[in-house]
């Protein structure tokens, strides 16, 4: 049974730094597309970056240069490193894995950036 959970969420400073990590059971995260998505109070869910098996990287604009997504094949994870944060890097963080034939979300971690 496959099963995604989220992780590292919290408060964070502007200009600071936090760490997700998505955990996965049931498969390898290596032979899955992860995928970050976030959605802010009254708004819609957001991209927010993703690794594909191949091990190629996206981000949506506003987070490029400042996020960085990673797998850790060790831990069978798939980590997502904020830095630069402000405050509209505020919202519930989700993970979604896309194997084969199926896609699994997790139930979110909250992130919020406030002084």
């Known amino acids: 049974q496959v099963h995604v959970t989220e992780s590292g969420g919290g408060l964070g400073q502007p200009g600071g730094s936090l760490t997700l990590s998505c955990a996965a059971s049931?498969?390898?995260?290596?032979?899955?597309?992860v995928s970050w998505y976030r959605q802010a109070p009254g708004k819609r869910r957001e991209f927010v970056a993703w690794i594909l098996t191949s091990g190629l990287t996206e981000y949506t604009e506003s987070v490029k240069g400042r996020f960085s997504i990673s797998r850790d094949s060790a831990q069978n994870t798939v980590d997502l490193k904020m830095n630069d944060l402000v405050p509209e890097d505020t919202a519930i963080y989700s993970c979604?894995?896309?194997?084969?034939?199926?896609?699994?979300w997790g139930q979110g971690t909250q992130v919020t950036v406030s002084a």
């Open positions: 979604h894995v896309s194997t084969a034939s199926q896609g699994f």
């Open positions: 049931g498969f390898t995260v290596s032979n899955a597309a």
